[in-house]
């Protein structure tokens, strides 16, 4: 069945660090790619997504390239702010209604 | 303002006694779901239903039951709950044609003791 493996955390950066979060995946077909981010104390939001090879999803300084031959969608920001601090899911979806998640990654941003 | 609402926020019961997790969305959405969410494990599908008096099972249904009467209520049971239920939920929902955008409700805590 499809699969999403993300890097464990928690990432400890400091302002204006660079961001990077891995994630790969397995699936049967050609999936769509998403990420969603949490906040504190909030449901899940989607940040980007991307749904097909070599696009690249990008919101809010964020970015991920859908890259099949390595089947990753790793998430970067150039420069995060504190106001990134949140836990971040890659999810994908191979068809109908379902997205599979990742374990999810916490990130946080210190000033 | 568009929104999915879930009460309670947050629960403690004990082992056996029946409970409702409510869920209601303001968007006239179709689809709605239900996740539980656990450290390291992601979000898991419970149960989700693509519009009025259809539902069927996620990928960890056991000990949950939901209905749904009404396009913008979507009721989570646990008919006798267990501690290996406690976790936090969310509900979730969407249109069916943009399924992958999907609007999270703020979650309920859950503990079952």
């Known amino acids: 069945g499809d699969s999403v493996t993300q890097m464990e955390g928690p990432v400890t950066l400091s302002e204006e660090a660079f961001l990077t979060i891995n994630c790969t995946y397995t699936?049967?077909?050609?999936?769509?790619l998403f990420w969603y981010v949490q906040y504190p104390g909030e449901g899940l939001q989607l940040l980007l997504k991307?749904?097909?090879?070599?696009d690249k999803g990008s919101n809010k300084g964020f970015e991920a390239t859908y890259r099949k031959e390595t089947t990753s969608f790793h998430l970067e920001k150039g420069s995060v702010q504190v106001s990134d601090s949140a836990v971040y899911f890659c999810?994908?979806?191979?068809?109908?209604?379902?997205?599979?998640f990742g374990g999810g990654t916490r990130v946080l941003v210190k000033p | 303002e568009a929104q999915v609402t879930q009460n309670p926020r947050y629960l403690i019961t004990v082992t056996g006694k029946k409970l409702t997790v409510t869920c209601s969305q303001n968007?006239?959405?179709?689809?709605m779901s239900w996740y539980r969410q656990d450290p390291g494990l992601g979000l898991r599908q419970i149960y989700y239903?693509?519009?009025?008096?259809?539902?069927d099972k996620g990928d960890v249904p056991e000990g949950y039951k939901v209905s749904r009467k009404e396009k913008r209520n979507f009721p989570l049971i646990l008919e006798s709950p267990s501690p290996n239920q406690t976790s936090l939920y969310f509900c979730?929902?969407?249109?069916?044609?943009?399924?992958?955008?999907?609007?999270f409700g703020p979650g309920t805590r859950l503990t079952v003791t």
């Open positions: 991307a749904t097909k090879a070599d």
């Open positions: 999810a994908l979806s191979s068809g109908g209604n379902k997205l599979t």
């Open positions: 699936a049967t077909g050609y999936p769509s």
């Open positions: 239903s693509m519009n009025v008096e259809v539902t």
């Open positions: 968007m006239n959405h179709e689809y």
């Open positions: 979730a929902s969407s249109t069916t044609g943009t399924y992958y955008e999907q609007y």
